[in-house]
């Protein structure tokens, strides 16, 4: 097992409850890998506390990579949230420490 950090970035960005985090492997042979590994069902229970609606992944696969798109609670929002750095950038870091 490995951190998926160790073979991909991420990027991430959200809008109003929704977030999205794309990841890309550092190298095309790897992306297979993670076609197989980071599953719409990890996604979801790595995020479980965060977000309430279904996680939908999108393969790019002429990019080596994959967009996710989960939904938070409505007041989880980044204009409505109290919470400490709700924004979605900070959401990668999370998903790049998923085990693989």
Same mark, same amino acid.
């Given at each position: ?7 991909? @970035? ?12 794309? *990841? ?18 990890? *996604? ?42 709700? @924004? ?13």
């Amino acid at each position: 097992m490995m951190k998926l950090r160790t073979v991909a @970035h991420a990027r991430a960005g959200d809008k109003g409850n929704l977030v999205n985090i794309s *990841v890309f492997a550092y190298r095309d042979e790897d992306y297979a890998m993670l076609v197989e590994r980071v599953t719409e069902e990890r *996604v979801n229970e790595l995020f479980r506390e965060l977000i309430t609606g279904p996680v939908t992944r999108y393969c790019v696969p002429n990019l080596c990579g994959l967009n996710f798109v989960l939904q938070r609670r409505s007041t989880d929002s980044v204009t409505r949230s109290l919470r400490l750095d709700a @924004h979605g950038k900070s959401l990668s870091s999370l998903m790049l420490s998923l085990e693989i």
